[in-house]
């Protein structure tokens, strides 16, 4: 079974600065995606950035950026220019690729940012 | 707007009684999913439907029953509720089977279980 780790329980950054939550997962698929969901003190979950596996491009959305390392299993988010509405627990989440558009996502436990003004 | 709504939005029981968490999407999406979210544990699924009359177990599926009538609503059973299930529980749905369709989440409805 597939597994997703979260190495960092809390992190803190200075507003507009770049901070870098890590996440690492196992499985034996060779097609699969990746997601960052981001978690605000409402609860909502709200997808920030999407990875296909076979894609060697890192995906980017706005100040939003993953560096995906394949071999290594490693998923990071970056967020650049750090604002205070990004103040919120953030999930890393694994979904197998082929026929998996159906599948539950397995999900981390999780990295709660802090942005300090 | 098309919107994904749970029901009720607090709930507080007592042990051995039965609950029913009511999820409802206008999106007409065929597939639907339960979560429940735990300090410690982030999101886990307990179960998920493709459709119609179709239902599937999830990882902590254990004490817990959902049955699919009609396309727009997943309710999530607890048949004798126990202070393990005291949780956030989350309901999903996606459009189909691909692989990139995004997974819509609903506001959560935050369960006690006494």
């Known amino acids: 079974a597939q597994t997703v780790t979260q190495s960092q329980p809390e992190m803190s950054v200075q507003e507009a600065e770049t901070v870098t939550l890590s996440c690492t997962y196992d499985t034996s698929e060779s097609d699969y995606y990746l997601f960052w969901y981001k978690q605000p003190p409402s609860r909502q979950m709200i997808l920030v950035i999407r990875q296909e596996a076979y894609k060697q491009q890192n995906a980017t959305e706005n100040r939003f950026s993953v560096n995906f390392q394949k071999a290594a299993k490693s998923f990071s988010l970056k967020i650049s220019d750090s604002q205070l509405g990004d103040a919120a627990m953030y999930f890393c989440?694994?979904?197998?690729?082929?026929?998996?558009?159906?599948?539950?996502?397995?999900f981390g436990k999780g990295t709660h940012l802090i942005i300090q003004p | 707007d098309a919107e994904i709504t749970q029901s009720p939005r607090h709930k507080i029981t007592e042990t051995g009684r039965q609950v029913t968490l009511a999820c409802h999407q206008t999106?007409?999406?065929?597939?639907m999913f339960w979560y429940r979210q735990d300090l410690g544990h982030g999101l886990r699924l307990i179960h998920y439907s493709y459709g119609v009359q179709d239902t599937n177990k999830g990882e902590v599926s254990d004490g817990y029953s959902v049955s699919r009538s009609n396309t727009e609503d997943l309710p999530l059973t607890l048949e004798s509720a126990a202070s393990s299930q005291t949780s956030v529980y989350f309901c999903?749905?996606?459009?189909?089977?691909?692989?990139?369709?995004?997974?819509?989440f609903g506001p959560g409805t935050r369960l006690t279980v006494l």
């Open positions: 989440a694994y979904r197998r690729g082929a026929g998996g558009g159906a599948d539950g996502l397995t």
């Open positions: 999903a749905s996606s459009e189909s089977n691909y692989p990139t369709d995004t997974q819509y």
């Open positions: 999106w007409n999406h065929n597939n």
